[in-house]
């Protein structure tokens, strides 16, 4: 049962996008609209969740790349060395 009543002021260009949304008069067209914008802003706080533990993941990945790669620099400074010695001699 519907039985809040509100009055309500806005811009012509949120009334064109509430008017677009289906609905017998623009009170159902209103309420679908707010029905689909709290679907829309549950999907897009899972998907804000999925995407910051993506980029957990792919931090601590980068984190070990990097480990890797200066780990990779230290050996090609100890082999440098050790041609350079060897050069020498």
């Known amino acids: 049962m519907k ?49 910051e533990e993506q980029v957990k993941s792919l931090s601590e990945q980068i984190q070990t790349y990097r480990e890797i790669l200066s780990g990779l620099e230290r050996i090609q400074s100890y082999v440098n060395f050790a041609c350079d010695f060897v050069s020498q001699k």
Do not use: P, T, W
């Open 3 to 51: 039985n809040i009543q509100k009055s309500i002021r806005m811009s012509q260009d949120i009334y064109e996008y509430i008017a677009a949304f289906d609905g017998k008069n623009f009170n159902d067209k209103f309420e679908n609209c707010v029905k689909f914008c709290k679907e829309q802003n549950y999907s897009l706080k899972i998907r804000k969740k999925f995407l």
